[in-house]
DNA sequence: GTCTATACAACGATAGAC
DNA sequence: GTCTATCGTTGTATAGAC
């Protein structure tokens, strides 16, 4: 997203720490970079080449690229609005509005980020611990226990799996139909069996 | 680790003597490469190396590294078992049925092989086709048009997401508590779902 | 003798390290 | 910037099967 942030804008006045600059410019594009292509696809140089610096500062800074990858690497949707806008309204109908705002999120870029991030997910065991949390914890977990406090973890995990099986059968294995039909039928189909998980019997 | 698996005399050129079968010690070596590292991790020298043979034999048998792969990947489950242990009983259990085979084959190597296939689908596009076909005709497609005809790529789409979730969670994520529960437990949490893309109301 | 499965060497490319 | 390690791949000589 921000491609260059260090030519856009005049440096303020004084010294500053030294190559803080770089190290930003590095991790954001390290972040585009690592999206874009993956763990193993993004290379050192193009990241570097990206944030416009050399490429030996991604050792000096980072240790390497494992460690910048671990810096850099976050999630391409912001957890808490994902919170907030689910927990915001009927709790019986929070199904619709999670699967509402994945697929807005993940369809603007027609789900290249997400399948990045899967494939991210399914080499690296760095992102799969971070994915492993954040679904338990950051997203479901705090959504689950807003709803039906009973069998928090056991839920949070099942609503894990009906994500992240539409996120690899829509975007990364592209299974038509549903690769590509409308949010209204998405929704209209898998809704009621994530509300399931949410709040129904298990 | 096993550097020469076939054996620590020295090699000669030229022809082996007859039966030696280099062409499944690749096989071998390659399922246990590719499993372990995924098919960029995996390289062609240490295939050949676990198989004893030389990496020319690749290419001499299987066209190239891509040759190899799809030689080599099988997929975790049978087809034609899974289509008929599900087909044959009561229609409106027969997502129970399709979760209790699953899971009782993914299970017996704690996931390894399917994980690594999880991993080969998100990373390479001809494990991502393979998949894709699998999913949606032989396996789901067949099921689904048995028990219920309409609407059936939507729905075999459907499935396809849940139990690929379920993959992704418990195998590769491995998100607890469904990383390690019982059977019964995650059969009795998820076949309402599944059973409902199969036949329910959509 | 012919065929072919095999080992060895080396090439061009690429990417991380220093 | 340079160096080095390693990748997938290719060419070729050779040993053994047939």
Known sequence: M??????????????????????AALLDAARIEFTERGFDGATVRAIAQRAGVDPAMVNHWFGGKDGLFVAAMEIPVSPEEIVHRVLDGDPERSAERILRTFLSVWDTDGGGALAALMRSVATHEEAARMMRELIGRVIF??????????????????????????????????????????????????????????????
């Open 2 to 23: 921000v491609a260059d942030e260090r030519g856009s804008r005049a440096r303020s006045r004084g010294r500053r720490p030294a190559g803080e600059n770089t190290r």
């Open 141 to 202: 977990g705090r959504v689950v226990s807003a709803v039906a406090p009973d069998q928090l973890e056991l839920r949070a995990a099942l609503c894990g799996t009906q994500i992240a099986g539409l996120a690899m059968v829509r975007y990364v294995i592209r299974l038509e139909p549903l690769a590509s039909t409308d949010h209204n039928t998405v929704v209209t189909a898998i809704a009621p069996n994530l509300q399931r998980y949410l709040t129904g019997i298990l």
